[in-house]
């Protein structure tokens, strides 16, 4: 069996047909904007749907002639740096703790409904707060990262155990919870 391995150079993204691969990715998000904008300014619902659709369409069009323009190996290296960008290996405290925040305010704000509700019917009845609630807790496990999942996985497998090595003891070894 053979496998390919494509090595990427390190002036991948420095040529002309790279830049206006580039403004073509860019331009095919910024094309979203139109759908807001077309809102704000009261446009009729079938004119706003047709426009979503046709935007739609044209975002995966630009998308397939931005890999034409730009190259495979061009192509391979804006995905790499986006992924690194987007999806870094580590996560920051301060992205960790706005990601914990993120996980735990709609859980506790879910928590204390039935009982807000006793005191106030119509505090927390509204279907939009629930929603944003629902979207935030989603959007957190991206923000908090692939570790964080782990550690909510292990919650659920009977035999892991708790090794934190980010602590070290006096005799050089990792400090945790090991059952």
Same mark, same amino acid.
């Given at each position: 069996?053979?496998?390919?391995?494509?090595?990427?150079?390190?002036? =991948?993204?420095?040529?002309?047909?790279?830049?206006?691969?580039?403004?073509?990715?860019?331009? $095919?998000?910024?094309?979203?904007?139109?759908?807001?904008?077309?809102?704000?300014?009261?446009?009729?619902?079938?004119?706003?749907?047709?426009? #979503?659709?046709?935007?739609?369409?044209?975002?995966?069009?630009?998308?397939?002639?931005?890999?034409?323009?730009?190259?495979?190996?061009?192509?391979?290296?804006? +995905?790499?740096?986006?992924?690194? $960008?987007?999806?870094?290996?580590?996560?920051?405290?301060?992205?960790?703790?706005?990601?914990?925040?993120?996980?735990?305010?709609?859980?506790? =704000?879910?928590?204390?409904?039935?009982?807000?509700?006793?005191?106030?019917?119509?505090?927390? #009845?509204?279907?939009?707060?629930?929603?944003?609630?629902?979207?935030?807790?989603?959007?957190?496990?991206?923000?908090?990262?692939?570790?964080?999942?782990?550690?909510?996985?292990?919650?659920? *497998?009977?035999?892991? +155990?708790? *090794?934190?090595?980010?602590?070290?003891?006096? =005799?050089?070894?990792? =400090?945790?919870?090991?059952?």
């Amino acid at each position: 069996m053979t496998t390919f391995r494509h090595e990427l150079g390190p002036s =991948s993204l420095a040529g002309r047909r790279c830049k206006l691969g580039i403004a073509i990715f860019i331009l $095919a998000f910024v094309l979203w904007l139109l759908v807001p904008l077309a809102a704000a300014l009261q446009a009729p619902p079938a004119r706003i749907a047709a426009m #979503s659709g046709a935007i739609f369409v044209a975002n995966k069009v630009m998308l397939v002639i931005c890999v034409a323009v730009m190259g495979k190996e061009g192509f391979l290296q804006l +995905k790499a740096i986006l992924s690194r $960008a987007l999806f870094p290996t580590e996560v920051g405290p301060t992205r960790y703790t706005i990601g914990l925040v993120m996980f735990c305010l709609p859980l506790v =704000s879910a928590m204390l409904e039935p009982y807000v509700e006793q005191f106030w019917p119509d505090a927390g #009845s509204d279907l939009w707060l629930k929603a944003v609630g629902d979207l935030m807790l989603i959007a957190s496990f991206f923000v908090l990262g692939g570790e964080f999942w782990n550690k909510v996985h292990a919650l659920f *497998v009977r035999t892991a +155990k708790v *090794v934190d090595t980010g602590r070290m003891d006096a =005799s050089g070894t990792a =400090s945790g919870i090991v059952n």
